[in-house]
């Protein structure tokens, strides 16, 4: 069992000492003394997951690292409170199993399947306020902070919600475990979801090809007496992840493993650092430097090769394969010009890394009906280029990075069903950005196969 410890920082490293750094993206809370309180709560509180799960899905982004293994990283943007249901879980869990059994086919290799969920709650802004006829209120920051009504009392930080947010997270993570284990997950089943997609999705037939494949690998695996159904019904590996921005929440939830005397945290397996909070010197870096998880961190098209070695220098300093992952976002205009030099710097240092690709965040706008939106086409061209640049330069390309939900809403133009601007408000029920539908996400696994046979 490999111990992260972060041999480059200060001895002295503590859940607390983020304290003493700059920071960003925090919510303005009123009440500094009931906000502590709260946090006092939580950290009184069971952990969500634990650290031997934490320990697997760094192992498993080893193996993502060295190239064996693929890595789907998806889910909604923001998770609501009110939004909060079995069926709304169950389908986002849903239709990354989907996705995740057409990629398993399409690189040959395991698939390690990580949510967008069960602690997404909180957002970053581009602006501190949102102004409105006049009005000027503190920006909506996500549920675990204020509300989205655009009234004083909704914009108003509350800390209370961040109870709220620990104790949602929990529920959906016990639903999430209960499907992962139970008949749900079926090998067999999710493939038979996937044939009703390509029977009712109007580019269906493009995606035969691969559909039959799949059926006839798994005709092969019974006819050899491989116990597919048995062995794929009992249990689904499934982890965690959230953009982990408010810190007096994640040092709530961080805990000392009994195995190892090492730092975990444990609000959620997998977190991640986003493009406005990576500061090498700030304190988002600070913390995530000394827990034993697997990090995530944003890059985007502004990303120097002096900042991806500070990032590295602070949050893998030992090089373990499997700690840290980059996650791409810079846009299908930029991506061609701006990632291959990181990739060629990281190679020629020896950064043991994993490359994943957010093809959503560098490619939003608003349509003319007022809604932030992306073309799907964008988020296509995006992921093309990604899978382009490894090739090119000889590395792997590690995942992918999505935002999605697994109903059937208009929020995202163009795919298979043909989304327009018209059509947007017909189901536009995302709190922040737009996601992909099931239909899309599904479409973008097809395609991805693809790219990984290239």
Known sequence: M??????????????????????????????PAEHEAVLKEISRRPPLVFAGEIRTLRDRLADV?????????????????????????????KVLLQMAIVLTYGSKTPVVKVGRIAGQFAKPRSSETETVDGVTLEA?????????????EARRPDPRRLLQVYEQSAATLNLVRAFTQGGFASLRQVHAWNREFIRDSP???????????????????????????????????????????????????????????????????????????????????????????????????GTTTDELDALVARLNPDNIPGRLTFIVRMGKDLIEANLPPLIRHARAKGHQVVWSCDPMH????????????????????????????????????????IELTGEQVTECLGGAGNITESDLLTRYETACDPRLNNEQALELAFCLVGFLHA
């Open 65 to 93: 690292c060295a190239g064996r293994s693929f890595l789907l990283q998806g889910g909604d943007c923001v998770e609501t409170f009110d939004a909060f249901s079995a069926d709304s879980i169950r389908d986002k869990l």
């Open 362 to 401: 560098g490619n939003t706008f608003t349509a003319s009906t007022g809604q932030k939106t992306r073309r799907w086409k964008d988020i296509m061209s995006e992921v093309r280029s990604f899978f382009a640049i490894h090739r090119q330069e000889g590395t792997h390309a590690g995942g992918v990075h």
């Open 140 to 152: 909506y920051r996500g549920p675990a902070a204020n509300d989205l009504a655009f009234l004083p």
């Open 2 to 31: 490999t111990v992260i410890r972060n041999t480059s920082a200060p001895t002295s490293w503590t859940p607390t000492s983020w304290r003493d750094h700059p920071i960003a993206q925090q919510p303005n809370w009123p009440d």
């Open 203 to 301: 580019r269906g037939r493009d995606y035969e090809q691969v559909a039959t494949g799949i059926d006839n690998a798994l005709g092969f695996a019974r006819a050899c007496g491989m116990g597919v159904d048995q062995a794929a019904a009992s249990q689904v590996e499934f982890f965690t992840s959230h953009d982990a921005l408010f810190l007096g929440y994640e040092e709530a939830l961080t805990r000392t493993d009994s195995l190892t005397g090492e730092y975990y945290n444990v609000s959620t397996h997998f977190p991640w650092i986003g493009e406005r909070t990576r500061d090498p010197d700030g304190a988002h870096v600070q913390y995530f430097s000394g827990v034993g998880n697997p990090i995530g961190c944003k890059l985007g098209p």
